[in-house]
């Protein structure tokens, strides 16, 4: 079966950061701040409203930075929620301006990842996110262990922090969008990362992804699922669209981490807590809720959390949660694909 990798504008295909929406075939933009180019977007597209809380989102932002870990967590909450009410309002949807959580946990002395958790609302800020993004989790109650597990950004933490749990996020490489070149039948193709590379890995795989071939010690899988367009080298309008809902399905077991390039990942299927079927922006919101709320209402207690046998864990949640967070917002709003630079030297 004879493919080749599709190619939108001239540039090689590859998964969107964007779930809804991707500007697909443009170029990455390269910045160390997304706030400005953001800001600006929000601008020429008259976005008023979603202007005012983008600019508030950054006001706390920058009030975060460089305050201490018991304090860290209500800025961070009130930029985050800041910046999702910006998405919302870009998006022209109408939503609750409550924040749609709440602390939902065991009645204990001890403050634990396993006792402390939240509770999805009905209305609200947070059940808008996860009604945007379409996800179809049945519970609305997670503890923060199993919020924890299920964030891409701090799973080595976490596996770290408890060390007889499994990866649950494979890391996978050359991951492009491929076309049959006679039935014009598009996958997604990608490598699984060298140490992750052998065959107990296969049996982990979701259902969106399969095995593919094996190249002497390299494993390469691909989309279980598919989609068809008319002209992969003139995609017309209906093409793209296919493309991104397809794309969007995908998402749902492929993640990403952000920096100077993006690194994916599978979310699999491993014992452990609970997988959740939600976005890595709404568990971030939420956690980050319920931590606010320790923050002010239970400082004392939250100082106790803080110098559990899991300090290291949430304080990574703590200060690596906003430039994941915010790359997603914001490739959210404006469908484009965010990069930090990485200066080099020219070929």
């Known amino acids: 079966m004879p493919i080749a990798r599709l190619k939108i504008k001239g540039k090689d295909l590859t998964p969107q950061k964007a779930i809804k929406n991707p500007l697909l075939g443009s170029k990455n933009v ?3 701040s997304r706030w400005e ?23 706390f932002y920058k009030s975060s ?17 800041n910046a999702t009410k910006a998405l ?25 990842l396993q006792n402390e958790g939240i509770e999805i609302k009905s209305n609200g800020i947070l059940p808008s996110l996860s009604t945007y993004f ?11 262990q199993e919020i924890f597990f299920n964030l891409q950004f701090i799973h080595r933490t976490y596996c770290l922090s408890y060390p007889r749990q499994t990866d649950m996020f494979i890391p996978v490489k050359n991951v492009f969008f491929y076309y049959d070149l006679s039935t014009n039948e598009v996958r997604l193709y990608c490598e699984l990362s060298e140490d992750f590379s052998n065959r107990n890995i296969l049996k982990r795989l979701p259902s969106t992804f ?52 993006t ?6 299927n491993v014992r452990g807590p609970a997988k959740i079927d939600r976005k890595s922006s709404t568990l971030t919101l939420g956690a980050m809720h319920r931590l606010s709320e320790l923050c002010r209402y239970k400082p004392l207690e939250f100082r ?32 484009y694909h965010f990069l930090i630079p990485n200066i080099r030297s020219a070929k």
């Open 30 to 32: 390269l910045t160390n």
């Open 37 to 59: 180019f953001v800001a600006l977007w929000l601008k020429k597209e008259k976005k008023d409203s979603a202007l005012f809380y983008w600019n508030q989102a950054n006001e």
């Open 65 to 81: 930075v460089g305050v201490n870990i018991y304090t860290a967590p209500l800025l961070h909450y009130y930029c985050f929620m």
């Open 88 to 112: 919302l309002t870009s998006k022209n949807i109408i939503f609750n301006h409550y924040h749609g959580v709440k602390h939902s946990g065991i009645s204990s002395s001890r403050f634990t």
């Open 134 to 144: 379409n996800e179809t989790e049945t519970s609305t109650v997670h503890s923060l």
């Open 210 to 261: 399969i095995f593919d071939r094996k190249e002497k010690e390299r494993y390469f899988i691909k989309s279980n699922g598919s989609t068809t367009i008319s002209n992969p080298t003139k995609p017309s309008v209906s093409d793209i669209n296919n493309l991104i809902n397809f794309n969007e399905a995908l998402r749902k077991d492929l993640v990403f981490i952000n920096g100077s390039s």
């Open 263 to 268: 690194l994916w990942y599978i979310k699999s």
């Open 304 to 335: 106790k959390f803080m110098d559990s046998d899991k300090n290291w864990l949430i304080n990574e949640f703590i200060q690596q949660s906003s430039e994941q967070f915010l790359d997603e917002i914001a490739s959210e709003i404006t469908g």
